[in-house]
C-alpha cells in the first residue's frame, strides 16, 4: 500500500485530527526559521546552572538540578593514584576495595546495602590518577540517608583487618585478572596505565594505578589510615549532587560532614604531595604471549599492542579544547566494528590507517588531561610481524597533523562529534555528578555545556595546527604489551619523527634468508 492510500483510508477511518503537524513524509517548511532559532545555544536558565557554595569549614558543594525521581550524591576528593609518593604503591586500590565497609554506625558492607536498598540506592567507590570519588544514586525524598551513608564511608570508616585482607584477595583478584583476560580483551586498559609511567615516569600521573605485585602482601591496615589522614580534607573535597536542592544540601552538608570527628584523626599524617607533574618521556614494555582465549577454526589474533604519547597541554591551558578536537579528527577505533553515522568512519585513522592496511587491527587517538599536565597518545594494535611498518603508519599520521591541510568539513564534523559526545555522556546523573565535582576541584568551579560548546566551535584550523605543531616538538613516550620483539625502540621511533617517518635498518635483521 502506498503511502498516499494508506493516508486517504485513516482520513476515512478517523474523524478527529489528531495532531496539526502534516505526516512525517512531508518536511516542516513553514516551521523551519523556528527549528533554526531553536537550534542555536540560548543562554542558561538560572534554574539549570550548577550552584557552587564554599561552607565555612571548606567543604565545596556544587549541585545541578534535574528531573526524575532519583538523584546522584557523591563526594569528590583530590586523593588518587598521584599522590602515592610516600605511600606504598596499590594503597588506593586497596581503598577502592574496602569502600563502604563497616563504620563507627554501620557494621558492615551488608547493612550499608541493605540500608541503600529500603531507599532505592546504589554506591560505588572508584580511585582514578587524579581523584577519588564515593558515589550513589538514591530516591530524592531519602537524601539525608544517602549524605548520612557518604559520610560514613569517608569520614568514619573503621577498616577492619580483616576487610584489609579480603581486599588483599581482592586486588590479587584483580591483578591476575589483567594478566589472563584484560591483556587479551581490553588491553587498553593496561596500556593507558603503562603509557602514563612511560610518559611521567617516577611522579604524579606517572605513577602506577593498580597495586604492583610486589606491594600485595606488603601494605598493612595502617598504610590505609595514614594515607586517609593526610588527604581527606576539607579544603580537597567536593560534595556533589544532581537532583538535589542546593540550600538544602548545604545545610546537611553543614551538619553531617564534621571533620574533626574523622575515625581517622589521631593517625600520624605522611608529607603530602603537592608536586606538579613533570614529562619526562620514557618507554615501558611487557613481552607476553597473549594466547587467545577462543577456540575453534578462527580464533582471535595474537597482537602486538603500541602506545605512542606526546605532552600534551593540562585541562586549564587555553589549547586544551583544540587539542582534544584534534583528538577526534584523528578519531579512530578497531578493524572489526559495525561503524555507522557518528562512529567515527571517516576519521584519520579509519581513513588512512584501517581501511588501508589489514594488519592493523587497532588504530585510535585519545587525550589525557589534567589538571597540571596532559598526555595525547596514539594506540596501535597489529600482527606482531608487522609492528615495525603499523609504527612508521603511526608515525606518518602524526607527522601529517601538522603537515595536512585541515578540511572545513573534517574539521566541523570532529566538532559535532565531541559535542554529541558530551551531551551522550551528560544524560547520566553519574556523570554529571562526576564532571561537576572534577571541575570544582581543578578549577574551583564549573563551566556549562553550552560554554564548551561555544570554545568548541571557536577552534579554528589555526588552532588544530598550532596544537599539532606543539605536539611533534615534544619528546616520545612509548608502552608496548604482547609479542612486541619487533616493536622498535624509543630511539628508533623518535628518529622515524625526525626522519619522515622512516625507521632506522632493524640491527637484528639476519643477513641470510630462508626460501
Known sequence: MSIGSFRHLTKRLSSNTVTKFPWLSQPLDEYADAAIKRSKFAPVDEAGKTQVTTLANG???????SRGNFCTLGVGLNAGSRYEMFSPAGVTHFLEKTAFGSTSHFNSKDDILQE????????????????????LSISKPSVEVGLNILREAVLKPRISTDEVELARSLVDFDLQDHEVSLARMQPEVLLHDMIHRAAFRGNTVGLPKFCPKEHLELIQKIDLEQFLATYVQPGRTVVSGVGVDHDSLCKLVEQTFDFDDRSFKKVKKLEMDESVAQY?????????????????????????????????????????????????????????????????????????????????????????????????????????????ETCQVGVRECLKMAETKIDSEELERAKNQLKSMMFTNLEAKPVQMEDIARQVLSQGFKREPEQICEMIDSV???????????????????????QIAEVPSQRDITHAFIHNATLPKSSNTSKFKIF
Not at 116 to 135: M, N, P, T, W
Open 59 to 65: 567543604v565545596r558543594v556544587a549541585t545541578q538540578q
Open 116 to 135: 541503600l536498598a529500603e531507599h532505592g540506592g546504589i554506591c560505588d567507590c572508584q580511585y582514578s590518577r587524579d581523584v577519588a570519588f564515593y558515589a
Open 280 to 388: 619526562t618521556g620514557g618507554e615501558l614494555r611487557v613481552d607476553q604471549r597473549l594466547t587467545p582465549v577462543t577456540g575453534g577454526d578462527n580464533p582471535l589474533p595474537e597482537l602486538a599492542h603500541l602506545v605512542i604519547g606526546l605532552e600534551s597541554v593540562p585541562s586549564s591551558h587555553p589549547d586544551y579544547v583544540p587539542a582534544t578536537v584534534l583528538s577526534f579528527i584523528m578519531g579512530g577505533g578497531s578493524s572489526f566494528s559495525a561503524g555507522g553515522p557518528g562512529k567515527g568512519m571517516y576519521s584519520r585513522m579509519y581513513l588512512n590507517v584501517l581501511n588501508r592496511y589489514h594488519y592493523v587491527q587497532h588504530a585510535s587517538v585519545i587525550n589525557f588531561p589534567y589538571h597540571d599536565c596532559g598526555l595525547f597518545a596514539l594506540q596501535l594494535s597489529c600482527e606482531p610481524e608487522k609492528v615495525r
Open 460 to 482: 579554528t584550523k589555526d588552532d588544530i595546527l598550532r596544537v599539532a605543531d606543539n605536539l611533534l616538538g615534544s619528546k616520545i613516550s612509548i608502552a608496548a604489551l604482547g
